[in-house]
Protein backbone atom coordinates (compact mmCIF):
# COMPACT_ATOMS: atom_id res chain seq x y z
CA UNK A 1 0.00 0.00 0.00
CA UNK A 2 1.30 3.44 -0.93
CA UNK A 3 -0.12 6.55 0.07
CA UNK A 4 0.60 9.66 -1.65
CA UNK A 5 0.35 13.53 -0.59
CA UNK A 6 0.79 16.13 -3.56
CA UNK A 7 1.08 19.65 -2.49
CA UNK A 8 2.54 23.29 -4.23
CA UNK A 9 -0.81 23.76 -6.01
CA UNK A 10 -1.84 27.49 -5.91
CA UNK A 11 -2.68 30.65 -7.82
CA UNK A 12 -0.81 31.81 -10.67
CA UNK A 13 -0.62 33.90 -13.06
CA UNK A 14 -0.15 32.98 -16.94
CA UNK A 15 3.38 32.68 -17.87
CA UNK A 16 4.05 31.97 -14.34
CA UNK A 17 5.45 29.24 -12.65
CA UNK A 18 4.81 26.35 -9.68
CA UNK A 19 6.22 23.53 -8.38
CA UNK A 20 4.45 20.55 -7.20
CA UNK A 21 5.51 17.84 -4.56
CA UNK A 22 4.38 14.57 -4.34
CA UNK A 23 5.83 12.83 -0.66
CA UNK A 24 5.29 8.88 -0.89
CA UNK A 25 4.77 6.41 2.43
CA UNK A 26 6.44 3.82 0.37
CA UNK A 27 9.72 1.86 1.69
CA UNK A 28 10.29 0.61 -1.39
CA UNK A 29 9.57 4.13 -3.36
CA UNK A 30 12.03 3.12 -5.96
CA UNK A 31 9.96 0.32 -6.80
CA UNK A 32 7.06 2.39 -8.45
CA UNK A 33 6.94 4.23 -11.82
CA UNK A 34 5.68 7.41 -10.87
CA UNK A 35 3.16 10.01 -12.79
CA UNK A 36 1.19 13.51 -12.66
CA UNK A 37 -2.29 13.67 -14.05
CA UNK A 38 -4.38 16.70 -14.23
CA UNK A 39 -8.74 16.81 -14.34
CA UNK A 40 -10.14 20.03 -14.80
CA UNK A 41 -14.13 20.71 -14.14
CA UNK A 42 -16.38 18.56 -16.65
CA UNK A 43 -13.37 16.79 -18.22
CA UNK A 44 -11.74 13.67 -17.84
CA UNK A 45 -8.46 13.20 -16.05
CA UNK A 46 -5.84 13.32 -18.23
CA UNK A 47 -1.91 12.19 -18.35
CA UNK A 48 0.35 15.43 -17.73
CA UNK A 49 4.16 13.27 -17.18
CA UNK A 50 5.56 10.20 -16.01
CA UNK A 51 8.82 9.54 -14.54
CA UNK A 52 10.03 5.36 -14.32
CA UNK A 53 11.80 3.88 -11.54
CA UNK A 54 15.36 4.73 -12.31
CA UNK A 55 14.81 8.11 -13.71
CA UNK A 56 15.81 7.40 -16.64
CA UNK A 57 13.13 7.70 -18.76
CA UNK A 58 10.27 10.44 -18.91
CA UNK A 59 7.49 10.78 -21.07
CA UNK A 60 4.92 13.82 -20.81
CA UNK A 61 1.91 14.97 -22.66
CA UNK A 62 2.34 16.70 -25.65
CA UNK A 63 0.28 19.94 -24.68
CA UNK A 64 3.49 20.26 -21.63
CA UNK A 65 6.87 19.48 -23.47
CA UNK A 66 8.60 21.98 -22.96
CA UNK A 67 7.28 23.68 -19.72
CA UNK A 68 6.68 21.08 -17.63
CA UNK A 69 9.80 18.96 -16.26
CA UNK A 70 8.73 15.46 -13.66
CA UNK A 71 11.46 14.46 -11.64
CA UNK A 72 11.84 12.16 -8.41
CA UNK A 73 14.52 11.48 -5.37
CA UNK A 74 14.27 7.76 -4.61
CA UNK A 75 16.03 8.64 -1.36
CA UNK A 76 13.55 11.26 -0.53
CA UNK A 77 10.40 9.20 -2.12
CA UNK A 78 9.24 12.28 -3.92
CA UNK A 79 8.17 13.18 -7.00
CA UNK A 80 8.12 16.81 -8.26
CA UNK A 81 6.57 18.53 -11.58
CA UNK A 82 8.01 21.94 -12.01
CA UNK A 83 5.95 24.08 -14.25
CA UNK A 84 6.89 27.05 -16.12
CA UNK A 85 5.40 29.10 -18.62
CA UNK A 86 1.62 28.08 -17.09
CA UNK A 87 -1.51 28.91 -19.17
CA UNK A 88 -4.65 29.33 -18.20
CA UNK A 89 -5.62 25.81 -19.27
CA UNK A 90 -2.79 24.41 -17.36
CA UNK A 91 -5.56 24.94 -14.29
CA UNK A 92 -7.04 21.48 -13.03
CA UNK A 93 -6.50 19.54 -9.77
CA UNK A 94 -3.29 17.59 -10.12
CA UNK A 95 -2.90 14.24 -8.89
CA UNK A 96 -0.18 12.01 -8.21
CA UNK A 97 0.17 8.46 -8.85
CA UNK A 98 2.38 5.30 -8.54
CA UNK A 99 2.40 2.15 -10.66
CA UNK A 100 4.28 -1.00 -9.98
CA UNK A 101 4.18 -2.19 -13.60
CA UNK A 102 7.36 -2.63 -15.77
CA UNK A 103 6.36 -0.60 -18.47
CA UNK A 104 6.25 3.26 -17.96
CA UNK A 105 2.54 3.56 -18.62
CA UNK A 106 0.93 7.36 -19.76
CA UNK A 107 -2.76 5.71 -19.31
CA UNK A 108 -4.81 6.44 -15.48
CA UNK A 109 -5.67 3.11 -15.73
CA UNK A 110 -2.37 1.44 -15.04
CA UNK A 111 -1.95 3.27 -11.78
CA UNK A 112 -2.73 2.17 -8.69
CA UNK A 113 -2.33 4.43 -5.94
CA UNK A 114 -3.32 7.64 -6.15
CA UNK A 115 -2.97 11.07 -3.84
CA UNK A 116 -5.97 13.57 -2.93
CA UNK A 117 -4.85 16.15 -5.44
CA UNK A 118 -3.46 19.56 -5.30
CA UNK A 119 -5.38 22.92 -7.01
CA UNK A 120 -3.52 24.80 -10.17
CA UNK A 121 -5.51 27.77 -10.95
CA UNK A 122 -3.88 30.01 -13.15
CA UNK A 123 -5.60 33.50 -14.33
CA UNK A 124 -5.46 35.12 -17.97
Known amino acids: QVQLVESGGGLVQAGGSLRLSCVAS????????MAWFRQAPGKEREFVAAIDRSTSLTRYADSVKGRMTISRDNAKSTVGLQMNSLKPEDSAVYYC?????????????????WGQGTQVIVSS
Open 26 to 33: ARTFSIYN
Open 97 to 113: AADRSVVLSTSRNNYDY
